[in-house]
């Protein structure tokens, strides 16, 4: 528990923008020093963390504890376009959240021309801009990187 509140930086007495786990680690490597570590991530997640705090941690250990699935991957696409097309006539709008620009390419590259009529929840202002540069005219951009604010900005509209 003690990393995700250290990358969340809940005790941080610096006011820092969100940063990646990595960024964070050469600020509080000294609250890490003797502690016991689980880092959460995907199983293709990366090693650099974990190898890093080896040796300075007395344990570290990963949970996998999610799965990220490409966009590219998801079934049945002709029946999210028509969900699409009975929203609008409805005068609804359905959202798509796009926490990173890779997600959100893949998003708008696979609903096609349906990608204009969704409204975009970005989790961070550069995936707001992917999303702009690809044509979408209604992105809502989450106040912070996280998923707590990304929430925030969804429940909010």
């Known amino acids: 528990c ?3 509140y250290w ?3 809940s005790e941080s007495s610096s006011a820092k ?3 990646g786990a990595e960024a964070l680690l050469d600020e ?4 890490a020093r003797d502690k016991r570590i689980v880092l959460i991530q995907n199983p293709e997640g990366k090693t650099t963390l974990r190898d890093r705090l080896q040796g ?3 344990d570290v ?3 996998s504890a999610y799965e990220q699935i490409p966009v590219s991957n998801w079934q049945d696409i002709d029946s999210i376009k028509a969900k699409i097309e009975s929203a609008i006539r409805q005068n609804q709008r359905l959202a798509v959240s796009a926490t990173s620009s890779n997600i959100a390419k893949n998003a708008w590259n696979l609903l096609g021309s349906h990608a204009k009529l969704v409204r975009w929840f970005a989790i961070s ?3 707001a801009q992917v999303l702009k540069q690809l044509g979408a005219t209604d992105v809502v ?3 912070a990187a996280s998923y707590e604010s990304l929430c925030q900005a969804i429940t909010g509209h």
């Open 2 to 4: 003690f990393l995700a």
């Open 7 to 9: 990358i969340a930086g």
């Open 17 to 19: 923008p969100l940063m």
């Open 125 to 127: 202002e550069a995936v």
């Open 28 to 31: 509080w490597i000294e609250q």
């Open 61 to 63: 250990r990963t949970v």
């Open 56 to 58: 300075i941690a007395s």
């Open 141 to 143: 951009v989450s106040q």
